[in-house]
């Protein structure tokens, strides 16, 4: 199947700092990407949908400016989580259409202290 | 809106033992649906995925799924499971209303296997 890399897959950043995860799709192109987040022993909870070339589309709750999304090629969106706080810490995973399947990262595991 | 209903968290089997895990969805119109097997700190791998055609899906490592529409479910099986098949498992749905493009997933089911 396709692949979809995404860095880094683990970071610790100070509360108050700023952190980008990229996600790139290495042997297709994805217009649409998307965004999950998974808490601890529970499901995936889409946060938004990465379009190229325009805004992201996100779901209800999330915080458009805390979770800044980029999707300026067909083979990369990045999702910067802006002055991260301690809640913020969480398991981040994208995903990539190649339709109509979906291929996932390997995550990234956030902690903010 | 469409949703996802795994009803068991968690299945505990014995190594060789056969395993369902079940899946029931909520939607009128036409689907795909996945399962897709998630290991620890790791992103999900698509196990196996009903798009059309033949109820009955199978994957490489021995596991099948059957769509039932009557009944809305998406069951996972396996006949006879191994240590290495300890994970978590994600039932998935998209529907033809969102273009097919947005996956709905089910709260998850961990399957443990025991010696």
């Known amino acids: 199947g396709a692949v979809v890399s995404q860095h880094p897959s683990w970071v610790i950043c100070k509360s108050g700092t700023s952190v980008k995860i990229e996600c790139r799709s290495l042997?297709?192109?994805?217009?649409?990407m998307f965004w999950y987040r998974q808490f601890p022993k529970q499901s995936l909870m889409l946060m938004a949908t990465?379009?190229?070339?325009?805004?992201?589309?996100?779901e209800q709750g999330v915080e458009k400016d805390k979770f800044l999304i980029n999707h300026a090629s067909l083979t990369l969106s990045t999702l910067t989580v802006t002055s991260a706080h301690p809640e913020d810490s969480s398991f981040y995973i994208c995903?990539?259409?190649?339709?109509?399947?979906?291929?996932f990262g390997q995550g990234t595991r956030l902690t903010v202290v | 809106a469409q949703s996802v209903t795994q009803l068991d968290s968690q299945v505990p089997v014995f190594e060789e033992a056969p395993v369902e895990l079940r899946c029931n969805y909520s939607?009128?119109?036409?689907?795909?649906l996945f399962w897709y097997v998630q290991y620890p700190n790791q992103g999900l791998q698509l196990l196996l995925k009903?798009?059309?055609?033949?109820?009955l899906v199978e994957s490489i490592n021995g596991f099948e799924a059957e769509f039932n529409k009557s009944q809305t479910s998406f069951h996972l099986r396996k006949p006879s499971v191994h240590i290495s098949d300890t994970a978590e498992y994600f039932c998935?749905?998209?529907?033809?209303?969102?273009?097919?493009?947005?996956?709905?997933f089910g709260t998850g089911t961990r399957l443990l296997v025991s010696p």
């Open positions: 995903s990539a259409r190649d339709f109509p399947e979906a291929f």
């Open positions: 042997d297709f192109q994805a217009t649409t």
């Open positions: 990465s379009n190229e070339g325009s805004k992201a589309t996100y």
């Open positions: 939607s009128s119109v036409s689907v795909y």
């Open positions: 009903y798009l059309s055609g033949s109820t």
């Open positions: 998935a749905v998209s529907v033809l209303n969102t273009g097919f493009q947005k996956l709905v």
